[in-house]
Structure formats: C-alpha cells, structure tokens
C-alpha cells in the first residue's frame, strides 16, 4: 500500500509537470531562456532593478496585509508553521515537495541541460535557474561551467588550516575548517572596508558566492582524500562539468557515478528558506557578513544529526540492521528492528520532515534513479522494504506528522553502491550542493537590500502573563 502511494505520487508529481507548465506561461518571472546572452552577471544586472521595484511596490501596497496568527505553540515549537521570512529561489509545498523557481524536480530533470542527452540535470543549470529564475540554455550552462572553473583555484593556506586538525575530525569540521580559511579571499570584505555604497554589494556578493561555489569541491575532495585515501589528492580535471569533475576528484570516473553526482548535487541545493542551514546562511549574512562566513555558518548547521547528517546516520542505521539481521532479512525481523530502534529513545533516520507530509520527491527521483542503475543492489532492496515497513510503524506511534521518507533516506544506498562508502563523509556533499541555493538567495538578499534579521524573543513569564491577560 505505501509503495502505491509512491507510486501515485509520483505520477501525481509526473501530471502536474503537466499542469503546472501551463501554469508557469502565465507566470512573467519564469520565461523559457531565449537570450543568447551567456554571462549571468550581465543578466542578473537587468534583472535586478526590476525585482527592485517589485519588492518596494508590495511593501508600499500590502505591508501591512496579515499573514496569520501566531500562537503559544508556534513559539514554543520551533516556529513551525510561522510565515517570517522572505526566499525567491525555492517553496516547498507540503505535499508535493520542492519547486525551485516554480519547477518541480520531474521538470528540472526534463527541461535543465544535461551533460549527455536523457541524463540528469547539471548543477550549474540549477544555479542559473536559481539566480535568475530563468531556464538556461546549453551554451549558456557550458559557459557557466567554464566561469567556475576559471575560479576554481584554491589558496595553499586552505589546505594548511586543513592540516592543523587531527585527521580524525570529522569531516564536516575539516571542511567548515577550509571555507573559514576560503574566507580570506572575500571581496565583499575588502569592498566593504574601502566603504563600497550599499547599491553595489549585490556585486561582491556575486563574485563571492561564484568563488565559493567554484571551490568547495576542491576543499571538499581534499578533505575526502586526507582522511580516506592517505591524503592522495587526484587533481581536477578541466574537460568535465561541475558534478563530474567532483565525482573524478574524490576518486570517482565512471560514468554513471558522475551522473549520480549531477542528480545529487543538484537535488539538494535548496529547500526554501527555514531549514536550519538555509536559515543560519540568510541570518548571518543580514548583518552583511560574507558569503564565506555565512556559509560557513550553515554548515555547522547542516552537520546537526536532525538536519543534514541525517544521510549519514541513515546508511550507519541501515548498515546496523544488516550487521544483525543478515541482507535476507526478513518483513518481520525489520519491523522488529525498528521498534527496537524507536524504544530506545532514537528516531528512524531518513523518515519525517518538519514541513513536508507526504513522500519527498528528492528521494522519489533518487529511487528512479536506483532502480534504472541499481535494482539488485541488495542495500536498494532494504530501503525499498523500510518504505513498505517504517510509515505505518511511525503512523501507529500517534505523534509523528509525517511518516515519510524524507531525502535522506536513499542518498547512501546510492553513493555506497558506487564505492563512496564512508557514511560519515555524507553531509559534506549535501554543504557543497546547498552552497548553490544559499548562495543564490544571499546575492538576492544584498540586491533587494534585505535588513538585519531580528525577530522578537519573549521570556516564559512574559507569556504566561500575557495569556493571563488574554484569557
Ligand atoms: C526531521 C525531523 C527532525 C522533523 O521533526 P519535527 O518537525 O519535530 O517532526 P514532528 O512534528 O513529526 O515530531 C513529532 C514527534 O515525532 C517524533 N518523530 C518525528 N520523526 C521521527 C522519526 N523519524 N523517528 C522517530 N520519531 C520521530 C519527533 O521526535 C517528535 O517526538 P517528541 O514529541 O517525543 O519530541 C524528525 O522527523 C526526525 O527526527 N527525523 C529523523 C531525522 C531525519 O531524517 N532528519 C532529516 C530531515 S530532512
């Protein structure tokens, strides 16, 4: 039953790519690329004051229009629920999961540039797509590849602060280590301190989010490397796109590992704006510390086991179901281990999601993709039995909104069946995608002039008593 629900949501998915694409003709923001123009900086140029006015005009016509009511609980829980914050890049429906500028995930994977035909999507594309709202074309997705690679180029010292961990740090600590050193390089700084006026920080934001973007694969293969390969670095290699280039400097050629690599990076770049990543990236860069720094920032958020190092403890989880219950296992014996797992006082790894109640399309299409190059794969196989197994568990607990796999519950299986198979590794590629969605929204925060973010904190007593008075 929970596999035809997967299978209805996909399809459900598949007809409102469909409908949706009528849809978007009506909306002016989101235009099919017909320019020939092939530098983004020059698009975003045109696009800016636009969206400038667009932002003044709703303020000055609805700032005062109310967008709810905030309760107790709402600030008692973490905020869900609450409408507070502004992100152009990405919405996420709850049921249908994400639109990155309006597209879903089937649409990105049918209308972005490919590297072969049929093949998943470029990351690159997705930052165009991001950052202009625009779908790019194929020239224009080569050029942009061909800009990040003229950028990617790593200062000595990076890797020295690197080095001055322990190589048992984890490697989410290694590679926050080296995007705090990448910080040096800031032109945003360096603008800021010769007194740039606040009409142009759009510009060093974009030459730094470009830079960053351009170089965290290298810091992040490097820090792979150090820790697992005795520090053998494999240098990048100029004749491959984003994703594929990142999949050869881990160690990774075949072909279908550098589509893999595509597909993820670009599926887990964005997700609106209050995941605790995204969030910490757009809090800290309101007080207009650079992208380095609030990128950085996000990470250490990103490394929660809540939030991105879920894929990590995911596969470890899997893999320790494996390790007692055999790869045959059993509906029973599975059933029984995550009981197991939920009366210890854990959660199930890869399952629920603060905003999202139905099954996440990321892990629908990363489940399309296993079952295209993988289906044997007997790690597949256990993650397909856990979707038949873990929601109605979780449904029957009572307290769980939703029951279903989230994103991380098949990235490991995927990357473990291409080699890639130290678990504790995993949330370093989700920093290196989610750098393309935070740093999209941070050059639209400088360009739309966004203000220090400041919500207002109450203590309990303040609440009791105003609940008094209210009652
Ligand atoms: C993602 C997550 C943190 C969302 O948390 P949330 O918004 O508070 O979720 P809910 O409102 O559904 O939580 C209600 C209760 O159900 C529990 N719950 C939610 N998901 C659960 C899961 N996968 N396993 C066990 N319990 C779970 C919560 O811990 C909470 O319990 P509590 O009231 O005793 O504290 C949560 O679902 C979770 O911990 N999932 C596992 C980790 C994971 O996969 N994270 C990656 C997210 S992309």
Known sequence: MVFFRSVSALSKLRSRVVQQSSFNNSVRWLQIQTSSDLDLHSQLKELIPEQQERLKKLKSEHGKVQLGNITVDMVLGGMRGMTGLLWETSLLDPEEGIRFRNLSIPECQKKLPAAKPGGEPLPEGLLWLLLT????????????????????????????????????????????????????????????????????????????????????PIVAAYVYRRIYKNGQVIPKDDSLDYGGNFAHMLGFDSPDMQELMRLYVTIHTDHEGGNVSAHTGHLVASALSDPYLSFAAALNGLAGPLHGLANQEVLLWIKSVVEECGENITTDQLKDYVWKTLNSGKVVPGFGHGVLRNTDPRYLCQREFALKHLPDDPLFQLV?????????ILTELGKVKNPWPNVDAHSGVLLNHYGLTEARYYTVLFGVSRSIGICSQLIWDRALGLPLERPKSVTMEWLENYCKKSA
């Open 133 to 216: 709202g625009k779908v790019p074309n194929k020239e224009q997705v080569d050029a942009l590849s061909k800009e990040l690679r003229s950028r990617a180029t790593v200062p000595d010292h990076v890797y020295k602060a690197i080095d001055a961990l322990p190589v048992s740090a984890h490697p989410m600590t290694q590679f926050a280590m080296g995007v705090m050193a990448l910080q040096v390089q800031s032109e945003f700084q360096k603008a800021y301190e010769k007194g740039i006026h606040k009409s142009k920080y759009w510009e060093p934001t974009y030459e730094d989010s470009l830079s960053l973007i351009a170089q965290l």
């Open 384 to 392: 397909s039995k856990l979707f038949e197994v873990v929601p109605p």
